[in-house]
Structures are given as structure tokens and as C-alpha cells.
């Protein structure tokens, strides 16, 4: 629903699967697209900023870097209880890192001294962070998510809807 100011109010849900259809619409692999959903939520009702979404999605070896970065931790977390920490210079990237850490199902503990992020996880707890009701989305962010999604669309076309595309209405008479 489109408020007056340039700003779209969106479900958790919505954001998230339009967040993944996006990465993927982008060009990142399935795996990293679902994570990036689950970001995408987190950053926005953290009330991040939305410029380096944009970017990243621009950009989606950004959106890679990222996903790589906290696998690194998580395998890394698995071993010790100790924060790990881990240098980034790119203030993108290094944005979307600790929303992408507070994103995780597992409880979360992160830090930011300068450019260096310090993550505790406990993967054995689960997050009790509540999600809102609603998110607020810039109308320009939503647009940008929406055209990136449609490219994962099947195309409307006989052959697609023999093929089973569609909502699966038929002409049966």
C-alpha cells in the first residue's frame, strides 16, 4: 500500500520473497538469493539505508562478497564461542554484513569498531528479535525490486502455459 510521500508500507513476508526473486532476477545464485531476502527485511526494519541495497543489486558480486563473508563467520563461530571479527573497508558491503548477521535465525551479538565487524553468534539459540507488522519502502527501492524480480518470470506465451505456467486457468470447452 502507497502512502502519500514516496513510500510503499510491505509485509515482512513480501519484502522477503520480492527480495529474493530480485537477487535473483540479478544474477545470484539460489542460495545466496534467499539469504539476501532475509537481509533485505532485517536492514529495512532496522531502518538501514537503502542505498547500499541499491548498490549491491547493481552490483551483485556485492551481494556475493557479503554471502561468502558470513558463511566465513558462521564456520568460524562453529568452532569457538569467541566474537569473531573480521576487517571490511567497503562501507557497502560492511553495512549489509551486519544486517545480513542480524538476518541470521541464530542469536546475534554485532559490532562495528571503525572497519572492522565484531559478530558473536550463538548458533545453538535462536534469534529473538520480533519482526514488525510492516515495513516501509522507498517507492524508488520497491521499483528497483520489482523490475529485477520480473526478469524470473516465465514469459506469457502458449508454449509456457502448455508447459504449465500460469494460474492455471484452461479453456476446457
Do not use: N
Request: aromatic share 2%.
Amino acid at each position: 500500500m502507497a502512502t502519500g510521500d514516496g513510500i510503499v508500507s510491505a509485509s515482512w513476508t513480501e519484502v522477503q520473497a520480492l527480495g529474493v526473486r530480485a537477487a535473483t532476477g540479478a544474477g545470484v545464485p539460489a542460495a545466496q538469493s534467499l539469504a539476501f531476502g532475509a537481509m533485505l527485511a532485517r536492514h529495512l526494519a532496522d531502518g538501514g539505508p537503502e542505498v547500499p541495497v541499491q548498490a549491491a543489486l547493481d552490483s551483485p558480486d556485492q551481494i556475493l562478497a557479503v554471502a561468502h563473508r558470513v558463511e566465513e563467520i558462521i564456520e568460524e563461530a562453529s568452532m569457538s564461542p569467541r566474537p569473531v571479527a573480521t576487517g571490511e573497508e567497503d562501507a557497502t558491503i560492511r553495512t549489509l554484513l551486519v544486517s545480513w548477521l542480524f538476518g541470521l535465525p541464530c542469536r546475534a551479538a554485532v559490532e562495528v569498531k571503525g572497519s572492522t565487524v565484531l559478530a558473536a553468534l550463538d548458533l545453538t539459540s535462536p534469534s529473538t528479535r520480533q519482526r514488525p507488522e510492516r515495513l516501509q519502502v522507498s517507492t524508488s527501492l520497491m521499483a528497483k525490486l520489482t523490475k529485477l524480480a520480473a526478469r524470473t518470470y516465465v514469459p506469457d506465451s502458449a508454449a509456457s502455459r502448455a508447459m504449465g505456467a500460469g494460474a492455471g486457468l484452461m479453456d476446457t470447452d
